[in-house]
């Protein structure tokens, strides 16, 4: 069983940077993929961008690609997502997510692929 905090939402004006962290109880936490979704109002849940367990290959939605950047530290049993560049369309809120028990195969990117998930963060970039 693993549980997901998130912190590091606010307001921020277009142009601008935050960094969200999900801490993540359990001693196995190295042992799962991670990732970070948003829902918008009104649409639905959507991929951001995902790590694997071990940190060494990292997957972004298009539009996040070369501004946000997912890492983990595994010492500290946290995963974060910095956010550069933020634009009014990144507005949501952001959750956290934990991959457990998919039969697989992963495309790191689905929703049904994490089985895990943390309460969100609001995310709110004004114009």
């Known amino acids: 069983q693993v549980q997901l905090v998130e912190s590091g939402g606010g307001l921020v004006q277009a142009g601008g940077s935050l960094r969200l962290s999900c801490a993540a109880s359990g001693r196995t936490f190295s042992s799962y993929h991670m990732a970070w979704f948003r829902q918008a109002p009104g649409k639905e849940r959507e991929f951001v961008a995902a790590?694997?367990?071990?940190?060494?290959?990292?997957y972004y939605e298009g539009s996040v690609k070369g501004r946000f950047t997912i890492s983990r530290d595994n010492a500290k049993n946290t995963v974060y997502l910095q956010m550069n560049s933020l634009k009014p369309e990144d507005t949501a809120v952001y959750y956290c997510?934990?991959?457990?028990?998919?039969?697989?195969?992963?495309?790191?990117?689905?929703?049904?692929?994490?089985?895990?998930w943390g309460q969100g963060t609001q995310v709110t970039v004004s114009s």
């Open positions: 997510a934990a991959s457990s028990g998919y039969s697989g195969p992963y495309t790191y990117t689905q929703i049904d692929e994490y089985g895990y």
């Open positions: 790590i694997r367990w071990s940190g060494g290959i990292t």
